[in-house]
């Protein structure tokens, strides 16, 4: 198997398992607390803790730890990261709050309205900070740990 292999990219591997993990977090906590089983808890955005934080944090981590934290590929990483966790606690946290309240608006609005029938808006689009953060640690200790499991082998 060649060294420059898919199925052995430590980033690349840190990011997808960062990412499972966090979408996994939200499908149990989910089942937790409504007692029932919702699939799109697996893929969907928003909620605790933040799979986008912990995907690009991961991804930028494990390139810090195989690259170097001082290099231009780590660099790039972090902003990139920067830019999406930005949007996920600016931009997409608002436009889930305005999706709540233009749901609001139209189921308040008349039966004969012909907006009264639309289709509710998605409102979980975005997180909080501490779902950020959350998002953030867990990133960091998928690609410690994948990092010292990679020097092992």
């Not at 990139?80 to 608002?94: E, M, S």
């Not at 009264?116 to 900070?129: D, F, I, Q, S, V």
Request: proline residues 5%.
């Amino acid at each position: 198997m060649s060294s420059s292999c898919v199925f052995t990219n430590y980033p690349l591997i840190s990011a997808f398992i960062a990412f499972a993990i966090a979408q996994s977090i939200k499908f149990f906590t989910s089942w937790y607390k409504e007692k029932r089983w919702d699939i799109s808890q697996l893929v969907g955005s928003g909620g605790m803790p933040s799979s986008h934080s912990s995907t690009v944090t991961a991804l930028a981590t494990a390139i810090g730890f195989q690259d170097g934290f001082g290099g231009s590929l780590f660099a790039t990483a972090s902003i990139l990261a920067c830019i999406v966790i930005f949007d996920a606690t600016g931009v997409r946290l608002h436009a889930g709050r305005q999706a709540e309240v233009l749901n609001q608006i139209v189921y308040e609005l008349p039966a004969e309205h012909p907006l009264a029938e639309t289709r509710p808006l998605r409102e979980l689009l975005g997180h909080t900070p501490p779902q950020v953060f959350a998002g953030g640690v867990l990133g960091i200790i998928t690609s410690a740990a994948g990092y010292f499991i990679f020097q092992a082998a």
